[in-house]
């Protein structure tokens, strides 16, 4: 057996195991002959998606991983760990069941993919692969013979070799071993050879002389951009991700990673984009070749220009949106959308910012507050009848007397998400205090309970 | 000299200080208020539209900025094109910016994770020059960043609106420093009128104009933004104290 999947795997199936005794496990069990090179061809069309959507610098790492760089690409998918986990959620909705970790080294990342307990990992950066001390020494990236000598002399985890001196163990093993746990822990670099689909349209430029200062970079970038963009324009594409690589003289590489709203083709934007992140690479001691490569790129739609005075209000924002979507991150600029529900924090849903507008708008019978609290708080209130507004609150330690109020509105939860909202139901009300602050209310309970005036009350907002 | 020839040397020298200012080349107006008692306070009939401001919460207590929002979404409804919203803490609900005049359709949001980015983001909108209006909440505004800001609003032709929330309670007057912003507005809340029903009516504010450029200091009473983000002037003025609906103050920045 060389892979077994998760079903399989519950009924004792091994990787490893004789397909006799797998037979003789589960009789019905359904087996293909292994594909080595069909797999190799998946792990590569794997490695391009991955490339499209999510990292400038990705390669395989066979038989079954994906190394990825994240860096200078995160800030697209806001940060680390949504990054992760989103690659993990879109790979298990495709049927692909996958495990992720993100470390400071290959090595490291590595050994936590495959063997830490949580399928989704961040370590914390900077640690020198100390969040890999209590993985199997499998993870080291050995012989199988290797490994399996290793646990025979007592090293079951990373963490045990680490601490044990190194001399003896490579007079053993051989230098491999020593070279893996000296990647595990950063100290000895590994570049990762980026994969590059030959579809990609790619240009490059390499120098002589080594470059390192921020103008001659933002000045090659110029031209790298301006050769894309006839090469794109041959093929009438326009531009959704570019990825600017940098190969330095250490063997190490930098990228940058834009990404556009819609299909762009405009040079001076481009490189706006692109010289915006510079600061973000860090040449060492010399950069010999940077190639840009569209990395997903789509029909470009021209759209005709109007000047006509009563459609020039909708000016073109997406020059300013890719702007501050590649600095702050794509989910960190949106638009609100209304959302067919009465419970207030369900109302609003987050939409791309270039979504088209459908005009929809909430429902403006009953005011709403400027500021709505993430969590409503509790507040201890006196009534003078079951369903009357309050007569004073006390909210942060604060009692205030209600001069005028309006309401109640009454909310009734949305029995049809969950049957905790069975029963629930808010009375809300809109009250001002005698300095002409205005606070929205509730009380919640059930619908005896409120009506009854028995409700427990909490403050939801700010006017 | 007989007072009309005095006039035209001010007007003229009022007009080469304007073109010095860079401020005529510009051409794009003013948002007036539609309230002539306030809009005969600012220098040509309302807010100049190219050009930085400041709204503050109330002074006396660290409120939490909710009217000032609110009179911030009124301005900006009034604008044409679309409003760039940057903030750090996404508690701003869309529906009663929807009730204040801007419908979601028209606010794109910007969630900067710190000071730096909120500004810079502030910026890059005012820059841009096709938006309505630009609205940032920040907490602290250095002389240095918002004479940025003022000339970024001035090459883009926008209107920028500093919404100044404070961070922690610490109460600290954001109006301590000096800005470039041409005017700083304060909105506090006052008592609203009685209905003849139990009930609310509409939301009195008190609007203090704390600085203004080649103006002066002023106080206001007015009911809160409608629906379309006018604000109107208060008619309950006479069982107040003060006579005149707008009390006069030395320019005090």
């Known amino acids: 057996m060389t892979a077994a999947s998760r079903a399989a795997e519950a009924a004792g199936v091994r990787v490893g195991m004789p397909l006799a005794k797998a037979h003789a496990l589960v009789p019905d069990l359904s087996t293909m002959p292994a594909a080595p090179a069909a797999d190799a061809a998946a792990l590569e069309r794997l490695a391009l998606w991955v490339l499209q959507h999510y990292a400038p610098i990705v390669a395989p790492d066979p038989p079954d991983g994906l ?16 990054m992760l986990s989103g690659l993990v959620n879109r790979l298990e909705a495709s049927g692909i069941a996958a495990r992720a970790a993100i470390a400071d080294s290959w090595g490291a990342a590595h050994a936590l993919a495959r ?16 969040a890999a001390d209590p993985l199997p020494v499998a993870g080291l990236r050995l012989e199988p013979e290797a490994a399996g000598a290793l646990r025979l002399l007592g090293f079951s985890r990373i963490g045990a070799l680490r601490l044990a001196p190194r001399a003896p163990l490579v007079l053993r093993f051989g230098p491999l071993l020593g070279c893996r746990l000296d990647q595990l822990e950063g100290r000895v670099a590994e570049p990762v050879d980026p994969f590059r689909d030959p579809e990609l349209v790619t240009v490059r430029r390499a120098f002589g002389e080594p470059i390192g200062a921020a103008e001659t970079i933002a000045r090659y970038t110029q031209k790298l ?3 894309l963009c006839r090469a794109l324009e041959s093929r009438g594409l326009g531009l959704r991700r570019a990825d600017l690589l940098f190969y330095r003289v250490d063997n190490t590489l930098q990228a940058i990673r834009i990404g556009t709203a819609r299909a762009e083709r405009d040079e001076k934007r481009l490189v706006r984009l ?16 940077m190639s840009l490569t569209a990395s997903r790129a789509e029909p470009l739609v021209l759209r005709q220009a109007t000047c006509l005075p009563g459609e020039m209000e909708d000016a073109d924002l997406g020059g300013l949106v890719d702007l501050i979507a590649n600095r702050i991150g794509g989910r960190r600029l949106y638009r609100m959308a209304p959302v067919e529900s009465d419970v207030p924090e369900r109302s609003v849903r987050r939409v791309p910012p270039l979504a088209p507008d459908d005009g929809a708008t909430w429902d403006s019978r009953w005011p709403r507050p400027a500021r709505l609290l993430a969590r409503p708080e509790e507040i201890t209130v006196m009534a003078l009848l079951p369903d009357h507004p309050p007569a004073s609150f006390t909210w942060r330690g604060r009692r205030r007397i209600v001069r005028r109020a309006d309401g109640p509105e009454r909310i009734f939860g949305e029995w049809w998400k969950r049957d905790a909202e069975r029963a629930a139901v808010r009375d809300y009300f809109h009250v001002e205090d005698e300095a002409g602050e205005r606070f929205w209310l509730f009380r919640s309970g059930d619908e005896k309970a409120v009506s009854g005036g028995l409700g427990r009350w909490f403050l939801h907002g700010i006017f | 000299m007989p007072a009309a020839a005095v006039n035209a040397v001010v007007a003229d020298l009022r007009d080469r200080i304007r073109r010095l200012d860079g401020r005529a080349l510009r051409g794009r107006g003013v948002l007036p208020f539609e309230v002539p008692e306030i809009d005969a306070r600012l220098p040509e009939g309302g807010l100049a539209l190219a050009a930085l401001h400041e709204v503050a919460g109330a002074a006396t207590r660290m409120d939490d900025g909710a009217a000032a929002t609110l009179f911030v979404a009124g301005i900006a409804a009034r604008t044409r094109g679309k409003v760039l919203w940057c903030l750090r803490r996404p508690d701003l609900f869309a529906p009663a910016l929807a009730q204040a005049g801007l419908p979601p359709g028209r606010v794109l949001y910007v969630e900067a994770e710190d000071e730096k980015n909120l500004l810079a983001c502030f910026e890059e909108g005012l820059r841009h020059g096709g938006l309505g209006a630009v609205v940032a909440e920040v907490s602290r505004l250095p002389m240095a960043a918002s004479r940025r800001l003022q000339l970024a609003a001035e090459t883009g032709g926008t209107l920028g609106l500093a919404l100044r929330l404070p961070h922690s309670r610490s109460g600290v007057d954001p109006y301590g420093q000096p800005s470039a912003a041409l005017t700083r507005w304060r909105v506090s809340m006052l008592p609203s009128a009685a209905l003849p029903v139990p009930g609310l009516g509409r939301a009195r504010w008190r609007l203090e104009l704390v600085r203004c450029r080649a103006g002066e200091a002023a106080e206001f009473e007015v009911e809160a933004s409608d629906a379309e983000g006018r604000i109107a002037f208060s008619p309950r003025l006479a069982d107040r104290s003060v006579a005149a609906g707008a009390r006069h103050f030395r320019a005090s920045a």
Do not use: N
């Open chain 1, 67 to 82: 190394v990825i760089d994240t860096t200078g690409a995160d800030h697209l998918h806001g940060g680390e760990k949504h």
């Open chain 1, 115 to 130: 063997f830490h307990a949580d399928p989704v990992f961040a370590a914390s950066p900077g640690d020198g692969g100390a």
């Open chain 1, 225 to 227: 951009v301006c050769d």
């Open chain 1, 274 to 289: 692109l010289c915006d992140r510079i600061e973000t690479v860090d040449p060492g001691f010399g950069i010999e070749v």
